[in-house]
């Protein structure tokens, strides 16, 4: 498989694997130190950070929703030696299916994913994970409620 191929490989299963709350496999797809940048979503400051810490903020959100779906389109990519890059479009649903929650149960978010790789040990990693929000509806306070609903 060419690395152009296992690069979109990676981002497909970094949608799977955001979805399925699979921890492990997440970590893996990530370099140790990563740069994240949700500033377009939630504000603040890009940050960088360890994997570990991403992967846990996710696992201190994430479980709160009954339902995840995240949908992200085929990569353009570019390889330069030991660095690659990525743009995606991505569509994000985020379900909590409560009673009081009936008719405001989904939060939809879309923009497109920029995507740094670094290859450590002959391995592509995601390096840098940057949400460029293009819109987002539907109940805004589903990440909070999310957040509480998971202890996180």
Known sequence: M??????ADIIGSL?????????NELLALF???????????????????TRE?????????????????HVIGVP??????E???????VVAWHFI???????????????CYEIGFEKIDGAWHIASLTLARAWAEGNLDLPG????RAGG
């Open 83 to 89: 660095a690659a890059h990525a743009a995606a479009s």
């Open 145 to 148: 409620i999310a957040g509480a």
């Open 76 to 81: 353009a990519v570019t390889v330069s030696g």
């Open 97 to 111: 299916k409560e009673p009081e929650l009936a008719g405001r149960d989904c939060w939809l978010v879309g923009g």
């Open 31 to 49: 370099a140790p130190r990563i740069h994240v940048d949700y500033t377009s979503l939630f504000g603040g400051d890009a940050q960088a950070m």
């Open 2 to 7: 060419d690395d152009r191929s296992h690069l």
């Open 53 to 69: 810490e991403l992967i846990g903020g996710w696992r201190r959100l994430l479980p709160g929703f009954t339902r995840t779906c």
């Open 15 to 23: 949608a799977v694997h955001v979805d399925g709350q699979h921890w």
